[in-house]
């Protein structure tokens, strides 16, 4: 394709991102804000829902078309639950990579441009089918050539390669965004719940991160790291002679998809085993970690038999492109949040959400307290099989409720919440999947007891400091009084109470300036009284009353300049 072709669909990949927003926006303007000026309110009410669901529809749609960022797009709209109704959430929660693969021979000019060399030189052999095709880019499977394979200790790997041009269209689609999100503040649903511009620029960070495979290939070897010393765990090893920013070659571990249960079956592992060490690793990653592979689908945990352990297998995480950090701060909240939820505390519930900054101090939380109390009372404690039998009708009245409530509070995500809260989500599909009766309860439960246990043993700690500091002084108190008692009967103790008299003289020197004031006034007004009746004498308390006023005024002036 030519330069001014490529700008070409550049300019008209622009237009219909914008084009379709533009549309989206006049009809939320004329639905919700239009009609209920005439009057026509519940027009929009009762088509609110199968209006969300058609346009969730229709961006799918846009998205698989265009593919690049909009498949993330619409990844990033289905985890934003404090922000978008559920019939949107609910119709995205489901895209994936639905892209077709690039023809093979524009992946081989961008990983011969990238890596310096012929594909044929570099490796020994180069699978032309691609193993996945993603909205970035595709993976190839490949092997390394003799040398290589001395040095690196790998035979068979993963060749990662970006799309061609991706770059350009990434900055094509940012810029899109960044100009439908200035639209969006203009909308006071929008502009009263989220700081959109903001938001995009979040986004924009994880994309630039996703298109560097350099980034990823760090972020790899650091989970590798973290899990360093624990065999349930693995992840690929980075060949860093064969990668660049847009080439990423590591090693080959593809095993079992995790959520291929026939296969998990066949090779002798349970998967209601392999749902139970998922979450607990999740966990791991959060708490212990602070880093957290936000991305867990599927397509990216494999499950490898492994007689040598004691559950029979290990996990292996690939694709490191989507990464939270965890800060400390917010780490201490979700330990919190963790301990109030297996507890089913409510109040302790929306301290937590707080102390995170996902409920803004402002919020009034007495009606959510209540609601997270009935939530507990009626839903708390039952797995997803558990969950499957109540009515669906009561449990669709009570989420209807629940999650109008929650809408209604000023919430926010504070950084990096966006990532975890997909992680989560993913995880938790991902153990239901695995096994219908699984109860994140039962998973969650164990590991906030740890959690209890540490902050235990963390207070405790301080007590113990803080009694130490206290027999310290217990300890030198009885000498030090000693020595003061001492000095006393040896008369060396002096106080220099200057100051202090000198603060008694202009505090006694203040009343007596009152004193005068109110003397004045009352003569001044008896005086006034007087002369009607009496001239001469109410004329001469008139008089006679400038004395305490002059000394009000002027007393005391001589002692401020000294």
């Known amino acids: 394709m030519t330069d001014a072709a490529a700008q070409g669909a550049h300019r008209a990949r622009y237009r219909r991102i914008v084009s379709f927003a533009a549309r989206e926006f006049i009809a939320i303007w004329w639905f919700e804000l239009v009609l209920p000026r005439f009057g026509l309110t519940r027009i929009a009410e009762r088509t609110r829902g199968p209006r969300m669901q058609r346009f969730a529809r229709r961006f799918h749609t846009l998205a698989v078309d265009l593919g690049g960022l909009m498949i993330k797009v619409g990844q990033f709209m289905s985890s934003r639950l404090d922000v978008l109704p559920p019939e949107i959430t609910k119709e995205l929660e489901g895209l994936q990579d639905e892209v077709p693969p690039v023809p093979f021979p524009d992946i081989r000019r961008v990983a011969e441009s990238e890596l310096g060399a012929p594909l044929a030189s570099v490796f020994a052999s180069f699978d032309e089918t691609p193993v996945a095709a993603a909205s970035l880019g595709q993976a190839h499977r490949a092997r390394l050539s003799d040398q290589d394979a001395a040095d690196t200790g ?10 061609p041009g991706i770059d350009e269209i990434v900055a094509v689609d940012l810029a899109a965004l960044r100009r439908v999100s200035r639209w969006a503040m203009r909308v006071r649903f929008v502009s009263d719940r989220v700081d959109a511009p903001a938001l995009v620029e979040e986004f924009a960070a994880t994309s630039f991160e996703e298109i560097d495979y350099l980034h990823e290939a760090g972020s790899a070897e650091r989970f590798r790291e973290n899990f360093a010393d624990d065999p349930r765990i693995d992840a690929p090893e980075i060949v860093w002679e ?25 090779a002798g592992i349970d998967p209601s085993a392999v749902a139970d060490a998922f979450a607990e690793v999740m966990f791991d990653q959060v708490f212990t970690h602070s880093f957290v592979h936000a991305d867990p689908h599927p397509g990216n945990i494999f499950v490898t038999p492994d007689a040598s352990l004691p559950a029979g297998f290990r996990l292996t995480f690939i694709d490191f492109g989507m990464m939270a950090e965890v800060p400390a701060n917010l780490r ?17 519930l929306v301290a937590a959400a ?5 409920l803004l101090p402002s919020a009034d939380t007495g009606e959510l307290e209540r609601a997270l109390t009935a939530l507990f009372a009626r839903f708390g404690g039952m ?3 558990e969950l499957a039998k109540v009515d669906p009708r009561e449990f669709a009245d009570f989420a209807n409720e629940f999650g109008d409530m929650v809408r209604s509070l000023p919430l926010q995500l504070p950084e990096n919440m966006l990532l975890l809260i997909r992680a989560v989500s993913l995880t938790s599909g991902m153990c239901s999947s695995l096994d219908p009766d699984f109860n994140v309860w039962d998973a969650a439960e164990p590991y906030a007891g740890r959690l209890l246990r ?20 217990t300890y030198r108190l009885p000498k030090r009084i000693d020595a003061i008692i001492s000095r006393v009967d040896a008369g060396t103790v002096t106080f220099d109470t200057s100051r202090l008299e000198r603060r008694l003289d202009r505090l006694e ?6 004193g005068s004031g109110v003397l004045f006034a009352a003569m001044l007004v008896g005086g006034a009284l007087l002369v009607p009746s009496l001239e001469p004498l109410g004329i001469t308390l008139i008089c006679v009353s400038g004395l305490p006023l002059l000394h009000a005024v002027f007393a005391g002036v001589g002692r401020r300049s000294r």
């Not at 790998?154 to 799309?163: A, F, I, N, S, T």
């Not at 064969?242 to 066949?266: E, M, Y």
């Open 154 to 163: 790998l035979r068979d790997v993963v060749v990662k390669v970006q799309r």
């Open 242 to 266: 064969r990668s660049t920013r847009r080439v990423l070659t590591l090693s080959d571990v593809t095993a079992i998809k995790i959520n291929d249960t026939d296969a998990l079956r066949a």
């Open 332 to 348: 201490a909240g979700l330990r919190t949040l963790l301990i109030a939820v297996t507890a089913r505390d409510s109040h302790g």
């Open 354 to 358: 707080q102390e995170i900054g996902v």
């Open 383 to 385: 797995g997803f099989a």
């Open 454 to 473: 540490e902050e235990s043993s963390g207070l405790m700690r301080d007590m113990a400091d803080q009694a130490m500091e206290t027999a310290a002084i």
């Open 509 to 514: 020197g203040i009343a007596r300036r009152i």
